[in-house]
């Protein structure tokens, strides 16, 4: 059993910051690429960002330069620092990682239950 869970959303005003966290814990053999998501009411869910085991990152266009993915491999942790916050940076965002399980050592695709980040004044 693995889970991811999400945790820093909350409520800030444009040009604000916030910081995700997501941590991963269960049955972990070891964990390949970590992303954020986020999806709007009506919208699509979208990727925001992405990181490698190797630490190589993505962003979306409509993100970069704003917002930093990282990840602690000993914390099986993967943060999203936020900038510059926009109205439209509103969405619920959702963690998302693959992950090899100690039980199968298959890789699957796991995700967290979201947390709500809403940017207004």
């Known amino acids: 059993q693995v889970q991811l869970v999400e945790s820093g959303g909350g409520l800030v005003q444009p040009g604000g910051s916030l910081r995700l966290s997501c941590a991963a814990s269960?049955?972990?053999?070891?964990?390949?690429?970590m992303a954020w998501y986020r999806q709007a009411p009506g919208q699509q869910r979208e990727r925001v960002a992405i990181?490698?085991?190797?630490?190589?990152?993505n962003y979306a266009d409509s993100v970069k330069d704003r917002f930093t993915i990282s990840r602690d491999n000993a914390k099986n942790t993967v943060y999203l620092q936020m900038n510059s916050l926009k109205p439209e940076d509103t969405a619920v965002y959702l963690c998302?990682?693959?992950?090899?399980?100690?039980?199968?050592?298959?890789?699957?695709?796991?995700w967290g239950q979201g947390t709500q980040v809403t940017v207004s004044s």
């Open positions: 998302n990682a693959r992950i090899r399980t100690i039980q199968t050592m298959a890789l699957y695709n796991y």
């Open positions: 269960g049955n972990i053999f070891s964990i390949n690429a």
């Open positions: 990181i490698t085991s190797g630490d190589t990152t």
